[in-house]
């Protein structure tokens, strides 16, 4: 049950991605080719209609997501150590196993985030200049 909470905000991430990439895309009327269907503006109604779908689906996983860790808060409440573990290990496991499956991660370790330069890779020393 605490796994479910951060797979939900995980979905909601990608959601979220997803909406945001293909905001001018539209459904497709009959154009032959992808390139042609990307390139046409949606129209005012189209666009609306999408976010209204999108809000929708967002408040249902947040209402989703707050009734299962209101679940969770009255299983903590009940004071049995064994219950708060599982609760607090399944929403670390949870958070650590699905937010590397995420692109923000592979991003967060690039090269250029920790600072590494492309030419250099071996750390310097000086028993690296004698070879």
């Keep these: 049950m605490a796994y479910s909470t951060e797979l ?10 997803k ?3 293909n905001w001018s895309h539209s459904s497709d009327h009959g154009e032959t ?4 269907s990307s390139l046409r503006i949606p129209s005012e109604s189209e666009i609306k ?4 779908q999108n809000h929708v689906i967002q408040s249902l996983m947040y209402m989703l997501n707050l009734t299962i860790g209101y679940f969770l808060m009255l299983i903590a409440m009940g004071m049995y150590s064994g219950h708060f ?3 607090v290990l399944g929403i670390g496991f949870g958070y650590y196993f699905l937010h590397i499956l995420t692109p923000d991660f592979y991003e967060s370790i690039s090269n250029k985030s920790i600072g590494i330069n492309e030419d250099e890779h071996l ?3 000086s028993n690296y200049d004698q070879i």
């Design 8 to 17: 939900i905000k995980m979905f909601q991430k990608v959601l979220n991605k």
């Design 123 to 125: 750390p310097r020393s």
């Design 19 to 21: 909406v945001q990439s």
């Design 85 to 87: 573990l599982a609760i």
């Design 33 to 36: 080719t992808p390139l042609v």
């Design 49 to 52: 209609k999408r976010k209204i």
